[in-house]
């Protein structure tokens, strides 16, 4: 019972911190700069609340995902589309949680500190596809369907500002 007890606190406390990062997002919102820098902002804000590994964005270019903006250790620049986990979120078109990346086949291992991840594609105002939301923490078993559900709700606000 208090195993139960502690995790519904553990995920109201996530989903109330969510709740506050997405309101302090759309104050730092600058519709007046490049897009790179609002992401670059985002990027902060997750990292530094959440205390994630790395949190950052890449955006799609022709058959690529290109490193934008970004927060944490260098990274991989260029992913194809199918490959590791955020090319294979844009070839299928949803979002992915990878509780250990070891496990996951085809995995790009721009970090080795790196052990869960969780990718997000944001859609344009057409609905495709724009940037892929990469975030990877250096414990297993980081992210949830929590995590999923309030990323997604950041697509909400970056579509304002591609």
């Known amino acids: 019972m208090s195993l139960f007890l502690s995790n519904s606190i553990e995920m109201t406390n996530k989903s109330n911190l969510y709740k506050n990062i997405l309101s302090d997002i759309e104050n730092v919102l600058d519709f007046s700069v490049p897009t790179f820098t ?23 270019e022709g058959n690529h995902l290109i490193l934008n903006a970004f927060q944490g250790p260098v990274a991989c620049v260029k992913i ?17 949680i990878v509780k250990d990346v070891d496990l996951f086949e ?21 609905g495709e596809i724009a940037y892929i939301l990469d975030v990877d923490h250096d414990s297993k078993n980081a992210f949830d369907e929590v995590d999923e559900k309030n990323l997604s709700l950041i697509n909400n606000l970056i579509v304002k500002i591609i």
């Open 106 to 126: 085809g995995h790009i291992a721009c970090n080795e500190a790196s052990k869960s991840e969780i990718v997000i594609p944001i859609r344009n105002k057409n």
């Open 80 to 96: 194809s589309k199918g490959k590791g986990v955020c090319g294979k979120s844009w070839e299928e078109n949803k979002s992915i």
């Open 38 to 60: 609002n992401l670059g902002n985002i990027s902060a804000l997750l990292k530094s609340r959440f205390n994630w590994f790395w949190v950052g964005f890449y955006k799609v």
